[in-house]
Structures are given as structure tokens and as C-alpha cells.
């Protein structure tokens, strides 16, 4: 079995603090988002090759990530993207990956900015046992989040129908991306040939769903969609537990740090408040309070309050200006 790991994003609305860098090397807790799942790939046996599907203009920092890690499986596959109007959308990409690395065995397909709280190893499991397409569900709990999303049908564990994006959603499970499918069900060709649409997987989940059994593995505990600033710090947070990590190279003096707060190496935080936050390398913060905010490498800032902000790397922002 093969895996794709989808990396291909822009990741805009992070914008600036992913404008030079995949959101996928945001980190959680410990670790950046996309070498959780890298891990995991690693360790099962059953999984031989992981393609990571990325785009021209991120192609050299995935190079150098996978370069210098521990993981033997990932290798790269560049779709001739620079820019976010150039995408193929992701059936289109996925279709171009698998003509272009001869793929012919079933495939695993999960999106690098996805964090999840279940095993892939328990997930190929059901895959295996039923021999047919499967995806993962999750109860989002609210309808109005559940309208972002693919929405799931069930009879019992097959999905009986499937709706990508529904205007008035009528439950609450949704589809993540996160998916299996045996090699006989590689139809993105077919798919895209009956001018479908190319954007967003779900609605090849839901063309497939009308020709051929389709089954899905529902999970409870957590899973986040790390495509915001607000969706990105409640990852964080959620990692944390409840109380903030700060770095050992950190220095921290006379200030209160609150629960999700992440203060990584080299920051200095001197007479502030910070709450609900990321602190990357470098950063300084002076008398300051900063509240649900993402402050970027080498940042200045000093006599401010800042909520809900995104400050880009080497940005100075002294005494409130």
C-alpha cells in the first residue's frame, strides 16, 4: 500500500506567518503538524512508499525537511504550481500524482494539515477488513460547522449518501480528509473526464459513493482542520492540555503566561500578559499583552496590545506603533 500526503496549499488566511512557509511545519506541541503523520506512516509496514504532493514554490523547504529528518518513506512529488490560482484543485492533483508515479497499488490519502486523535494504523485496519473504499467520519456537533464539509449518511458502517458542502446540513458527521482505496477504485481519470469537479475530494467521494460500496471509520476524541489562525491556536491548545509550554531557551521574566501558550527557543518575554498564543523563535515581546495571537519569527514588540493579530516574521512593532 501506497500513501499521499496532501501538502499542496497556500495557506492564505494564515497569511503572513505561512506566506514562507507551509502550514504543515506549524508547530504543535512537540512536533510540526505534518512529522505527527509522517510517524505514524513510518511505523506501519504495510505502507512502502509516502508521497508528499506539493507545489513548485514549497517544493525546496519539503525537500529540506525530509532531508534532514529521520524518515525514510517520504519523497516528494511537485505538482507545476507557484501560486494559489494555478492549483489543479486536489482530485486534478491527485490524478496528475498517480499517472506521474505509476501508482497501481490501494492508496492512503491524508491531508498533511490534519490533526487527528486516531491511529492510521487502526484505520488501514477497517480498510483492510472491508476491501473497499473507506473514509473517515467525525461528528463535528454543529450543523452550521458540519456545512463546511462533506456530509456522511450511514446504514450502519456504508456510507448511503454524500454531500459535499450541503447548504442546510441534516446531521452533524462529517467526512475529513482522510481516505483508502484499493487500486481497482484509482478513478480520478474517470472522474475528471465526466467534467467533475476538480476542487475538493469529497465530490469524487460522492461520485464514487454512487457506483461502488463505500465504507466509513468513525472516531471519536479530536480532530482539527488547521486552516486558521483560530483553528490553528485551538490545535495548540488542545496539545498543550491545558497549560503552556515554554521553551528551555526561552527567557521569560516577570510575566504571566496562560494555558496555550507556546514560547518556542530564543523568545523573550519581559512584563507581559500572554494568552492563547505562539511565540516562534526570536522573538521579543516587552510590556505587552497578547492575546489569540501568532507572532512570527524575530518579531519586535514592545508597549502594545495585540488580539487576534498576525505578525510577520521580522516585523517591529515598538511602543504601540
Request: net charge negative; aromatic share 10%.
Amino acid at each position: 500500500m501506497d500513501a499521499i500526503v496532501l501538502a499542496g496549499g497556500y495557506a492564505t488566511r494564515l497569511w503572513p506567518i505561512t506566506k514562507h512557509r507551509p502550514k504543515m511545519f506549524l508547530p504543535v506541541g512537540g512536533a510540526d503538524v505534518i512529522d505527527r503523520i509522517f510517524d505514524e506512516l513510518e511505523t506501519d509496514d504495510r505502507i512502502e512508499d509516502v508521497y508528499v504532493s506539493t507545489n513548485e514554490r514549497f517544493a525546496p523547504e519539503f525537500e529540506r525537511h525530509i532531508a534532514e529528518s529521520e524518515f525514510t518513506k517520504p519523497r516528494l512529488s511537485v505538482e507545476e504550481t507557484t501560486d494559489e490560482d494555478e492549483k489543479f484543485g486536489v482530485v486534478g492533483a491527485l490524478a496528475q500524482l498517480v499517472e506521474r508515479e505509476d501508482i497501481d497499488d490501494d492508496l492512503l490519502v491524508i491531508a498533511g494539515d490534519n490533526l487527528i486523535s486516531f491511529s492510521l494504523s487502526d484505520f488501514v485496519d477497517e480498510f483492510e477488513s472491508r476491501g473497499a473504499p473507506t473514509i473517515a467520519a467525525y461528528d463535528v456537533g454543529s450543523k452550521e460547522r458540519a456545512s463546511s464539509y462533506g456530509l456522511v449518511e450511514l446504514d450502519g458502517d456504508q456510507v448511503v449518501d454524500f454531500q459535499e458542502k450541503p447548504d442546510e446540513p441534516n446531521s452533524t458527521l462529517v467526512s475529513i480528509a482522510c481516505y483508502a482505496f484499493p487500486a481497482e477504485a484509482l478513478a480520478f481519470d474517470e472522474y475528471l473526464a465526466g467534467d467533475n469537479n476538480p476542487d475538493e475530494p469529497g465530490w469524487f467521494i460522492q461520485w464514487l459513493q454512487a457506483t461502488r460500496a463505500v465504507y466509513a471509520y468513525t472516531f471519536d476524541g479530536a480532530w482539527f482542520d488547521i486552516g486558521t489562525p483560530e483553528s490553528y491556536l485551538e490545535t495548540v491548545a488542545w496539545a498543550l492540555d491545558g497549560d503552556a509550554a515554554i521553551d528551555a531557551e526561552a527567557t521569560v521574566e516577570n510575566s504571566e503566561i496562560g494555558s496555550g501558550v507556546h514560547v518556542m527557543d530564543g523568545a523573550v518575554v519581559r512584563n507581559s500578559t500572554i494568552e492563547r498564543s505562539v511565540v516562534f523563535p526570536n522573538t521579543t515581546v516587552e510590556d505587552c499583552t497578547v492575546r489569540d495571537s501568532i507572532l512570527d519569527e524575530e518579531v519586535d514588540v514592545a508597549g502594545t496590545e495585540l488580539t487576534d493579530a498576525l505578525v510577520g516574521a521580522h516585523t517591529k512593532l515598538p511602543d504601540g506603533d
